[in-house]
């Protein structure tokens, strides 16, 4: 079973940057698609971006697109998330996870399609 970690949170001001990491330990890490995810207080859990497991697809939320990027290192079984030109709305607690079902060609973003969820970390960006 896939477990993760995720770190790099933290306190920025806008238009700050920060990278998330997404450490996996486990088997298989190269054979699943991985997506970030976050929620903040009073809402659901959306999707911000993913990844599928060539790393050729990738999803982006419209809200953060063309300024998060995701990437991910399967030597190193890490996903990371460089976030920039952070915005208030930004703040919220990031999770990664792993898709249910392996080597799927385009990445899901629904978060029932995804298990194996960290702990998360928090990101707060001051206006």
């Known amino acids: 079973q896939l477990q993760l970690v995720e770190s790099g949170g933290g306190l920025v001001q806008a238009g700050g940057s920060l990278r998330l990491s997404c450490a996996a330990s486990?088997?298989?890490?190269?054979?699943?698609?991985m997506g970030w995810f976050r929620q903040a207080p009073g809402k659901e859990r959306e999707c911000v971006a993913a990844?599928?497991?060539?790393?050729?697809?990738?999803y982006y939320a419209d809200s953060v697109k063309g300024r998060f990027t995701i990437s991910r290192d399967n030597v190193k079984k890490i996903v990371y998330l460089q976030m920039n030109s952070l915005k208030p709305e930004d703040t919220a607690h990031y999770y990664c996870?792993?898709?249910?079902?392996?080597?799927?060609?385009?990445?899901?973003?629904?978060?029932?399609?995804?298990?194996?969820w960290g702990q998360g970390t928090q990101v707060t960006v001051s206006s």
């Open positions: 990844i599928s497991w060539t790393g050729t697809s990738t």
């Open positions: 486990g088997p298989a890490f190269g054979s699943y698609g």
């Open positions: 996870a792993k898709e249910r079902a392996p080597k799927r060609a385009v990445v899901g973003r629904s978060p029932v399609l995804f298990e194996s």
